[in-house]
């Protein structure tokens, strides 16, 4: 996954809302949950749920589909996990590499200082 994409994920994904929205979506089972639903579990309004549903849906974050009349939402869980994980390895693994270096540097200083 290149930068744009994983900037325009966490963009959609820094509204609170948004995030306890994925939240309770990847808590459900995979027949997913309606607005009522996801309003109740977070304690949001249902206008303000179809809102950001509408917005996550529309980068492919939440899945829509209708199961006897209704709109149930489904968290876009192939997505999430190739985003994640593309920050894992773009960012986790430089950051570590990067802090065993700095100690491995602060341990060697502190061992040829003459002790006092």
Do not use: C, W
């Amino acid at each position: 996954m290149d930068i744009k994409h994983i900037a325009r994920f966490l963009g959609a994904m820094s509204i609170e809302e948004r995030v306890q929205i994925i939240q309770v979506l990847l808590e459900a089972d995979k027949n997913g949950l309606s607005v009522q639903d996801i309003a109740q579990r977070t304690e949001l309004g249902a206008s303000a749920v179809f809102k950001q549903l509408e917005a996550l849906a529309g980068i492919e974050l939440v899945f829509v589909k209708s199961i006897d009349n209704t709109k149930v939402y489904i968290a876009n869980t192939l997505l999430l996990d190739e985003l994640f994980a593309s920050l894992y390895q773009q960012y986790g693994p430089a950051i570590h590499a990067r802090l065993e270096q700095q100690l491995r540097e602060a341990l060697e200083n502190q061992s040829a200082q003459p002790e006092t």
